[in-house]
């Protein structure tokens, strides 16, 4: 397996551990709305990565084009919405962390 692979896969598992956290131990002021915000944010950033994302990153991969390729334009494109998912994610989590902490 590359070495590469831990770059996707450990922030994928720290998010996914956290996610399990907040619902482990959801803090008592937190609306359930914020529960159903960090659901909403993973399952969407990762039904378009392998919908769309993953599979460009493959063919991406795969070209020789460089810069030039159409699967870098795509990608670069539409990288702000992975972007906001994650940024979505990480301030609905800090929320829950302050909430859970204070």
Request: hydrophobic share 50%.
């Amino acid at each position: 397996m590359s070495a590469n692979i831990y770059w996707i896969f450990t922030p994928l598992g720290f998010a996914l551990k956290g996610f399990e956290c907040s619902h482990l131990v959801p803090p008592a002021r937190l609306p359930e709305l914020g529960n159903l915000g960090e659901l909403t944010c993973q399952l969407t950033s990762h039904l378009l990565t392998a919908i769309y994302w993953g599979r460009w990153q493959a063919e991406l991969a795969k070209d020789d084009r460089g810069p030039a390729s159409p699967y870098l334009a795509k990608i670069l494109s539409t990288q702000w919405i992975r972007t906001l998912l994650i940024n979505a994610y990480g301030l609905i989590f800090l929320a829950w962390a302050i909430h859970a902490l204070a």
